[in-house]
């Protein structure tokens, strides 16, 4: 392995936080790396030789140099880069008015009116805050108010943002020894390579299978006085890899963490607004939580995120429990995340999304016929993983090779990521207006990417 | 007492979170609340007739009706409402590019380079965050990674934000029997009804009084296992009354913290960003803390947060964690937050703000010279608390005539807040923008409503 590859090992702690590390000696940007180097601390540079992005449009990025880029990673600009609407939105308010939510304004209120229509009847009550890891924040304090536990189960090789409490449900970013005891972890149904695999015996029995390993952690919660609160989980599994559980595994679930008097509580930072092919990521396993919250994509790029629940749940908590945030719903968040919705519903994103990632899915498999490293096709609308393997029978990580595919990608004119515990799967996350030619061009760098990498 | 002041004294349970409550018999915009509260839960109103604004300018708010409002409440939007250079940093910023950190933009680069300058000379690191909640959780993460301990002293009546740990940070906001070990909170220096008073013996002792109070704090985190980390105050003392600590108090302070191993972090949430006539609030005591954050006005209205620390402090973190905030820093962000700084230059805020601050507290002297309920004036540069008292000897805090005041100043056409651990501090916290034409018809307002309401 040469140094070069190596400081990208060292540099890949997190598969779904950080990759690349750049490179003193060749990286292009180095006056202004070292401009950002004054003032930064502990903070990552996507790619050996980062990229220095000065404009977007659509799934496109440019570079200083007038580069362009398709971009297969950003999920917060999800109606697309610089979108004019959202950002004409955005505008038009901030010239206008901009406060906090104790005085009425209209903007907030048909923002909720909005998105309570693409939530199921019951989820009616919206609390508007900045960012998911806010957002996280109170979905947690509203489950253990409500319920009186404090104890959750989340998965294995979580991530849910990084606050302290929120950190702490983030089993991903710490290791298993410090993890406090109202955390409790279960394997997340990865069905390619988790306990239970498809195609080996009853199929039929891996939902039942992966969600039976819930019943421990609850046990677990009730035996260290914790008490169960909520089960908390991304509907995509990004930091898993992006998985597909099998269709009744939440229903299974959900039905034991009822029973055990906790409330379900759904993750859609990542797989919210449109980007499974149904609005909510919870809808491809059609089951109801209790309380669902998203993040990223909300407002296209402005700092706004949102907890839903039933108005039972939230007349409960609100007996007992107050919260404001400054900024969350103010007149310019609401009109961004209004403007999401409107351009969501105006181009049909759902049916494109649905499109466009089958498009890429059929087209992934033809790839895999050519590369054997290809190991599994996995995730659901545009949010795809490919779990890349050293041998296909024993399905052994082809993390090292991983590792290298970001920056070669972007030699070849994409930007994209890695994910999943062992680093070894790309994800394919673009921004929803991502088109078949954006497509063809991403898998035209793919192929030519794995073929050097896997031969050389 | 009325119906009407029992609902609103109810309501009124943190003066400086919360204060009036709407009467559905008598408000005008009955619809829009009704509209409003099928999709809200726990989130308050101000004012029994809730305000309807629709636009703004300067320090001046404008309902649906048209009617103007002198606004001596926000601080957000503390370069003036709808400032047309910062809506137009974010608008042109929108509709190029808003993506993360991990990508080299020139924006957050020249953001961090600009508001170093107004720090003192170590304080050069910068991590942008979204909000004051993320700003204090990453502020107290820092100091607990550098000294290994866990433990924080904080301020009685302290409001920090409201995530899981900022929350306890925050003693304001639950009761004392509910207080984790590692707070340890003290009595916050408020010489006009603490424990030592202004005036009774030696007044230059007074700083070092209120600094021995931290000792049994330390001393406690020592005892217990947690072991002090940090000590966090609000440099404006905001939800103690808007306090004027004595001057070495904070010297005396940060001299046993340091001694004890722990980091010095100064919450400049409220006081920072020209608030107090010095860009830092921490600059009117002549200490350097630590570790500095801020938030509300940091981008005028954009949600945009910071935390401010040493290289040496920073490195030794960075050492063993890592942080990544998706909207944190991001073009836009960093856009608004360069054009407050900017504007705050350009047009001599500082000046400004010493220059009204200094005319509202002497005309608010002079108002007390006519009404008995004006106990004491305190705070700094466009941030003062006028505590209202039934008795000007006992000192007894009028805080039933306090809390019907925010409606009354309303009816004339100014919008105020109470702040206070006794809910009896009438809160001048307006835009820096306000004019002395604002702080006449402000006092002009106050003075009428207090004829009313003492006489009446």
Known sequence: MSDKNKSLKNSAALGHIKFGGYDPETTQNIELIERRNKHFAGSML?????????????????????????????????????????????????????????????????????VAKTLPGDLEVCLFVC????????????????????????????????????????????????RPPYIQAVEPPNTYRGSFLEGEGDDEQLGQR?????????????GNGEGLAAFVCDTIFDSQGALDAPGDY?????????????????????????????????????VVPDIVFTGKPFGGGYPVAAVFTTRAIADEWARSDIYFNTF?????????????IHYAKEHNILEHVSSVGEYLVSHLRQLAQKHEVIGHIQGRGLFVGVDLVRDRKT?????????LIPDAMKAEGVLIGLTGPNGNC????????????????????????????EYR
């Open 395 to 403: 399905r052994e990580p082809a993390a090292e090779l991983a590792r």
């Open 210 to 222: 992966y969600a039976d390993l819930v019943d421990p952690a609850i046990e677990a919660l009730e």
């Open 46 to 114: 996507f790619y050996h030789d980062p990229v220095h992005i000065v404009r977007g449009e659509g799934a496109r990025l440019y570079d200083d140099k007038g580069r362009c880029y398709v971009d297969c990673y950003n999920n917060v600009q999800s109606m697309g880069h610089a979108n004019p609407s959202i950002a004409r939105a955005i505008a038009d308010q901030s010239t206008v008015l901009n406060t906090h939510t104790r005085y009425l304004h209209e903007n907030v209120i048909e923002l909720a009116e909005e």
């Open 131 to 178: 960012t998911g890891t806010e957002a996280c924040e109170l979905a947690m304090r509203i489950a253990r108010v409500v319920t009186g536990n404090s104890g959750a189960v989340v998965m294995e090789g979580s991530y849910h943002g990084n606050s302290k409490l929120v950190g702490e449900m983030s089993t991903a970013t710490y290791p298993k020894e410090k």
């Open 250 to 286: 939440f229903t299974r679930v959900y039905e034991k963490v009822h029973a055990a008097g906790g409330l379900c509580i759904a993750d859609e930072v990542q797989a919210g607004v449109c980007r499974t092919g149904t609005f909510w990521g919870f809808e491809q396993y059609d």
């Open 328 to 340: 969350g719903g103010n007149p310019v968040a609401a009109a961004a995340a209004r403007a999401v």
């Open 426 to 453: 790309l994800k394919f996350r673009p921004p929803l207006v991502f088109t078949e030619e954006d497509v063809d061009i991403t898998l035209a760098a793919f192929d030519k990417v794995l073929a050097e990498l």
